[in-house]
C-alpha cells in the first residue's frame, strides 16, 4: 500500500513524506463514514498532525478517514485522493483512484489495471548501472524470480516453480519478499543450488533484477509485484503459487489473454514486451482535476 501511495505522490511531483497510520478498536471495523472523530482514532507508529500538506494520498480502507478527515478540517485547503476502494462515501475525497478488479465507478473515480508503484525509468537506469556489474559473470539470459508467499501457504508451490525454473537454461537471481515463509526460501535455495538467492541481508537486489533481467518470472500472488515486473520491458512469466483470490486469478488471466504475460510452465519463450506503467498517466489525470497543471 506504501508503494502505491508514495509512487502516485512521486509522480504528481513536490516534496513527499510517508507515514504509516493504523486505526483504533472499535474503529478499525467499521467503514470510515462511521467514524465521528477520524483523527482520534489514529494509532500510529507516526502522528498525524498541522502542518498539513497540499495534499494527502491514503491507501487502503483503514487509512481512508484520515485523508477524508483532513481535507474536511482544512475546508479543502489539503486535497485529498485515495488509492483502492475506500469503502466509505467518495465524495470525501478530490479522486479515487480505484483498480478496474475494484468494480467501482463514479464522477470522481479513475481507474487503472495495473497497480501503482514506484518503479520508473529513470531508478531502472540507476539500478542497471549499480547492479550489472555484479550480475556479469552470470550467463544469459538472465532470469529474475520475484517471490511472495503461497496462497494456501503450501511449500509444494515452491517445491513445483523450482522444478520449472530448474529445467530453464538461463542464469537464475531469485528474491523472496517480506511476505515470503523461511520454509519456502528454503525450498527454493535447496533445490536451485546454481541459483543466486538473496538471504535478506545487505543492500535490496530487488530493482537492481528487474533492471537487468532479460526475462522475469513473477509468483501469482501479488498485483504489485507483478505490475512492477511489467515495468521493466521485458517478458514476464507468472508463475502459479496457490492463488486463492478469484479477482487476482481474473487479473492474470486478462492479462495474459492480451499477450502482456505468460503463464510459466517450465520453458522461457522470449517475446518482445515494452514497459507498462500507469502510474504517470493517473498521475497526470490527478493534477488536472486538482487545477496544477
Not at 514506484?118 to 539470459?141: C, G, N, Q, V, Y
Amino acid at each position: 500500500m506504501e508503494s502505491q501511495a508514495v509512487g502516485l505522490a512521486e509522480a504528481i511531483g513536490g516534496d513527499v513524506r510517508a507515514l504509516r497510520v493504523a486505526a483504533r478498536a472499535p474503529w478499525r471495523w467499521l467503514p470510515g463514514d462511521l467514524w465521528p472523530f477520524p483523527l482520534a482514532a489514529a494509532a500510529g507508529p507516526d502522528v498525524l498532525a498541522p502542518p498539513w500538506p497540499d495534499l494527502v494520498i491514503t491507501c487502503g480502507r483503514q487509512a481512508a478517514p484520515f485523508g477524508a478527515a483532513i481535507r474536511r478540517i482544512t475546508r479543502g485547503a489539503t486535497r485529498a485522493v485515495h488509492v483502492q476502494n475506500p469503502r466509505m462515501s467518495f465524495a470525501a475525497f478530490d479522486a479515487v483512484v480505484a483498480p478496474e478488479h475494484d468494480g467501482v465507478s463514479g464522477p470522481n473515480v479513475l481507474t487503472h489495471r495495473l497497480a501503482l508503484h514506484r518503479i520508473t525509468p529513470a531508478s531502472l537506469a540507476a539500478a542497471r548501472e549499480a547492479w550489472a556489474p555484479r550480475f556479469a559473470s552470470l550467463k544469459r539470459p538472465l532470469v529474475a524470480v520475484l517471490v511472495g508467499a503461497p496462497g494456501d501457504g503450501r511449500v509444494e508451490h515452491a517445491v513445483r516453480l523450482a522444478e520449472g525454473l530448474a529445467r530453464l537454461d538461463a542464469a537464475l537471481v531469485v528474491t523472496p519478499s517480506r511476505r515470503t515463509p523461511p520454509e519456502v526460501t528454503a525450498a527454493l535455495r535447496d533445490r536451485l543450488p546454481g541459483a543466486w538467492v538473496w538471504d535478506g541481508t545487505g543492500e535490496n537486489p530487488y530493482r537492481g533484477m528487474l533492471a537487468c533481467a532479460d526475462a522475469i518470472v513473477a509468483t501469482e500472488d501479488s498485483v504489485s509485484m507483478v505490475s512492477e515486473a511489467l515495468a521493466a520491458g521485458v517478458p514476464v512469466f507468472a508463475a502459479r503459487f496457490g492463488l486463492r483470490s478469484g479477482r487476482l486469478a481474473a487479473f492474470l488471466d486478462g492479462l495474459a489473454a492480451d499477450g502482456i504475460l505468460r503463464r510459466f510452465d517450465g520453458t522461457l519463450p522470449l517475446w518482445d514486451n515494452p514497459p507498462r506503467d500507469e502510474t504517470p498517466r493517473l498521475a497526470a489525470e490527478v493534477r488536472r482535476r486538482l487545477g496544477w497543471d
